[in-house]
């Protein structure tokens, strides 16, 4: 079946432009994940979605970051007035609802370049 | 905050050997530890799971073994072959967070020649 959707694959803004990242997870996952890889770094947390549940956005790095999931499905990641630091890999990930032991389906990844 | 320590050094070992991966652990000790695995411009798959009761879990050539005395993991690849030269990343769960809110470590590449 189909895996988890992310786009675009690449994506190379200006410094100060908005940008909107999509994610579309496998049919029937009710939890999903944004997680960014930066060069170098571990897969860094940055904000869960269960359902129809009030998303865990502790892992955002700062109020420049938002994130909504429309309908229990499809995610958008938007960054606002990019900075050279957001340059990193975004991920996308979901899974089945449980007890926590789900292992995630991740996305290939938005490669974002920020000039 | 937890810190898991993963090899930075890319692990080079001939076809047919036994690659073992190591993943360390400070602080609390999660209920689970996941190993996925890292291509080149893919996302992670994931591997295996271990639960902190289970000493060692097995899936064709892959075992893991889990130590929450040494606070380590141990990730074991037999028979290897030039098609498991990746990035494996060890990834635990940080307890009473309501839901997996796994933390990664960095990981470590693997490169197995012929």
């Known amino acids: 079946g189909a895996g988890v959707s992310q786009s675009p694959s690449n994506k190379v803004t200006e410094k100060g432009k908005d940008v909107e990242l999509r994610c579309d997870p496998i049919?029937?996952?009710?939890?999903l994940y944004w997680y960014r890889q930066s060069l170098g770094q571990g897969l860094e947390f940055l904000i869960y979605?269960?359902?129809?549940?009030?998303?865990?956005k502790s892992g955002l790095p700062s109020d420049r970051f938002s994130a909504e999931r429309t309908g229990g499905s499809v995610s958008t990641l938007t960054i606002q007035r990019t900075q050279q630091e957001d340059s990193a890999v975004y991920l996308c990930?979901?899974?089945?609802?449980?007890?926590?032991?789900?292992?995630?389906?991740f996305g290939n990844g938005t490669r974002l370049t920020v000039t | 905050s937890q810190k898991i320590e993963q090899n930075s050094e890319a692990l080079n070992i001939q076809e047919g050997k036994t690659a073992t991966l190591t993943c360390n652990y400070t602080?609390?000790?999660?209920?689970?530890l996941q190993w996925y695995r890292q291509d080149p411009g893919r996302g992670p798959v994931f591997l295996l799971l271990?639960?902190?009761?289970?000493k060692e879990k097995r899936k064709e050539r892959l075992k893991v073994t889990f130590d929450t005395t040494l606070k380590q993991s141990l990730f074991h690849i037999t028979a290897s072959q030039p098609a498991d030269s990746a990035t494996y990343l060890c990834?635990?769960?940080?307890?009473?967070?309501?839901?997996?809110?796994?933390?990664f470590g960095t990981g470590t590449r693997l490169l197995v020649s012929p």
């Open positions: 990930a979901s899974s089945l609802p449980g007890q926590g032991y789900s292992p995630l389906h």
């Open positions: 049919s029937g996952h009710t939890a």
């Open positions: 979605f269960q359902g129809n549940s009030a998303p865990d």
């Open positions: 602080n609390y000790s999660p209920a689970y």
């Open positions: 271990i639960r902190e009761n289970e």
């Open positions: 990834a635990l769960d940080r307890p009473n967070t309501g839901f997996q809110k796994l933390v």
